[in-house]
C-alpha cells in the first residue's frame, strides 16, 4: 500500500508504452500530481522532451512528436481537449484520464478526431496527490462546506468521492467503509463512495482476502486540536513556518536567500536525506544534517587531490552525484537555518510548552495565567496569540467561570481585529464540545481521566512533542478490532468482522496534518502485519486550518454564539 509507487507506476506505464520522442500535456490538476511523482530530468531518460499545459493556447506546431495527455475529465478539461483534437499540434496522441470517463465524452472525443491522430484513450487512476508513501491529498481548498458547517459543497463532493474511489482502485482495494457516526459530511461521503463502488462494478472486483480493507471516513472537527498546535519535526516545521505546496517550499520571502534556492523541492522518495530525517526532531535534525555537511565537505576534499589520469576519471564520473549532493546540502542547510532563525525570533519553545500543557494535561488556572501573559507580552505574533485563545477555549469551553471573555478583550487590547477574535465563536461553532464526537481531552469519563493521569505520572520524553493525535487512539481501538460499531458504523449495516484489519485505509473530511502522517508512519514501522495509509481533502497548517473554518459559518451564526458564549 504505497500511493506513490501507485501513482508512479501508472506515469510509467504512460511513458514507456509510447516508443519514440513524445511531449507530456498535462491540466492544472494533474500537472502537481505528477510533479509529486516523478522529476523532468527522469522523464527526458524516457524521451519525454516537452511538458506543457492542456490550456495553453500558444503551442508550435509539433507534428515529429507524439503527445501523451494525462488529464483529469472535468468538463473543462474536456473541452480544451475537444479544442486540441480540432486542430492538433502533435502527431499521434494517447489519452490517459486520472478517473473514469463516460460513455458520453469518449463520444464526443471520437466525433471530433476528424484527423484520426488519437491512438489510445484509457483510465489510469492516479487522481490524487501522492504526499509521502502513506499519505495522500486531494488537493481540495478550504471551501468544501455547502450552505451549511456539516453540509458539502457539491462540486468538492463529487471531486472528494471520486478522488477516494482512484485510490481505492489503484491500490486495489474494494474495502468495508466505516465512518464517524456524528458527522454528516462523513456519512453522506461514506454511502456516495459505497454507490459509487457498487455502480462501477466490474472495475472494483479485485481478489477478496480473508480480512477486508477498511476506509475509515473521519471528520476533522472531532480534533481540531492538532492543527493548531507549533510542529515539532522537519516536514511538520517547514509546513507550518513556511509552507509546503505541491511538494515546493517557497523561499523568495526569506532574507538572504540565494536566487537557486528561491524555491525547493522536498520529496522523500526523490531526496534520501530528506527521507531520513522528515520526522526527526529540531534537535535530532540539527545532528543529522551536521553528518549531512560533514560527507559532503570530504566529498568536497577528496575531489581537490586530482593528480593523476586514474584521479581525473574518479573526478569526472563522480562529478554529477557531487553536484547533487552540494545542491541538497545548500537545500537543506537553508531550511533548517530559517526554521532555527524563526523558533529564536517568534518565541516557539516558550509558546509550545503553553500550547502542550493546555493539549495534554489540563490545570486550568496555570494554563489561563500561562495564555494571559503571552497574550499581554508584545514580542509574541498576533497568530500564536489567537491560536493560544483558541486552544484554551477548546479545553475550557464548558468550565465553569472560564477566561474565554477575559482573554477575548486582551485580544482587542493587543490590537487584533474583530474579524480575527470572531475565530473563537467560529471554532467553538465548527468543532466544540457539541461537534466532536469522542473525549478529545481525555477528561469525560472517570476511566479516561485515570488513564491521562497515569500518563502524567509517567512522564514524557519530550515536553514539546508529547501530544498524540486523537487518530492514534481511534486507530488503536481500530486495530485491536474494538472500535465500537455504534460510534463507527459501517455503510448499510454490513457486519463489521471481529478479526482485526491488515489494510487500512484513513480519510479525514476538512484535512489532515504532517503531525498524524508522521504518526502513521511510525504505526506502520512498529506495527507487523498492519499497513496504513491516510488521506485528506488537504494538508493543513495553523493558517489554513483557520482559513477553512471562518468558511464553514455564516456571519450570523458567529455573532448569535459570540454573544452567548464569549
Known sequence: MNVVKAVQHYVDKMVNSVPGMKALLLDTETTPIISLVTTQSALLTKECYLIDRIDNHNKGKMKHLKCICFLRPTPETLQFLIEELRDPAY???????????????????????????????QEFFGDYQAVNSDFFSLGIPPTLFGDARDSWNPKVFQQTVRGISSVLLSLKKKPLIRYQGTSPMAKRLAHEVQHHIQQEGQIFDFRRPDTPPVLLILDRRNDPITPLLAQWTYQAMVHELIGIHHGRVDMSGVPDTHNELKEIVLSSDQDPFFEKSMYFNLGDLGAHIKQHVDEYQAKAKSNRNVESISDMKRFVEEYPEFRKLSSNVSKHV?????????????????????????????????????????????????????????????????????GIKHLVKLLDNAGISEQKTMMIPSMLLYAGCRQRQDDLFSNQTFLSRSKSALKGLKGVENVYTQHTPLLGETLDQLIKARLKDTSYPAVDGTTIPRERPQDIIVFIVGGATFEEARYIAQLNATTPGIRIVLGSTCIHNSKSFLEQVSYADSPADRLAYSHSTV
Open 91 to 121: 502527431g499521434d496522441y494517447y489519452l490517459y484520464f486520472s478517473n473514469t470517463v463516460s460513455k458520453a465524452d469518449i463520444e464526443r472525443l471520437a466525433e471530433v478526431d476528424e484527423h484520426e491522430v488519437v491512438r489510445e484513450l
Open 334 to 402: 537553508a531550511l533548517v537555518s530559517e526554521i532555527s532563525r524563526r523558533v529564536g525570533q517568534e518565541h516557539l519553545l516558550k509558546i509550545s510548552e503553553v500550547e502542550q500543557g493546555i493539549a495534554c494535561s489540563g490545570n486550568h488556572s496555570n494554563d489561563l495565567k500561562s495564555v494571559q501573559q503571552l497574550v499581554e507580552d508584545p514580542d509574541i505574533n498576533n497568530h500564536a496569540k489567537l491560536c493560544l485563545v483558541l486552544l484554551y477555549s477548546l479545553r475550557y469551553e464548558t468550565t465553569p467561570n472560564n
